[in-house]
């Protein structure tokens, strides 16, 4: 009898916890997502990099994502940056991350001694993954950003 009273409520608390960890889905498109991005970023105009560039100088190739994009000011001296991405899978997820941390690791090495401005807004930097979106916010306008993200990423 207690045997099956413990496999009852072992199979109830795996119930409740493969129900409760719902992964966070995005209530908007990705394009969507970044007109409401370009509208609160700093540095104006945003340039998305295209997926030669991103395999180029950030090691993402296209099987590791479905959507995204990362994106840099058209025109500046400032380090904004701003990239969300879909990954394929967790695996695809924490690689895409490891590829943000570098660029911020990068960029805090250069304008630490080039533009304290910059060094601030990349110290930071915010790079998350929330189910399989990942997403890099380098910004001054990080909070604004952010938010953004989170009021569509439910």
């Known amino acids: 009898m207690k045997k099956i ?5 072992t199979v109830a608390c795996l119930l409740a916890v493969s ?17 409401q991005i370009s509208k609160v970023n700093a540095e ?5 990099y295209d997926s030669e560039r991103l395999i180029d100088e950030l ?13 840099i000011p058209s025109q500046t001296v400032g380090v904004e940056t701003i990239a969300f991405f879909k990954a394929t899978n967790n695996d695809s997820a924490k690689a895409i991350k490891a590829a943000f941390d570098i660029v911020v690791s990068d ?8 533009n304290p401005d910059n060094y601030a807004v990349a110290c930071s930097a915010v790079t998350k993954i929330e189910g399989l979106y990942v997403y890099l916010v380098m910004s001054p306008k990080k909070t604004a950003i952010v ?8």
Do not use: H, P, R, W
């Open 19 to 35: 129900c409760s960890s719902k992964a966070k889905e995005l209530t908007c498109s990705v394009d969507e997502l970044f007109d």
């Open 59 to 71: 090691m993402i190739t296209s099987d590791l994502y479905s959507e995204g994009y990362y994106m």
């Open 44 to 48: 104006g105009e945003l340039f998305a």
């Open 107 to 114: 960029t805090k090495n250069y304008q630490e001694k080039y």
């Open 147 to 154: 938010k953004s993200i989170n009021d569509n990423l439910k």
């Open 5 to 9: 009273v413990s496999l009852i409520l």
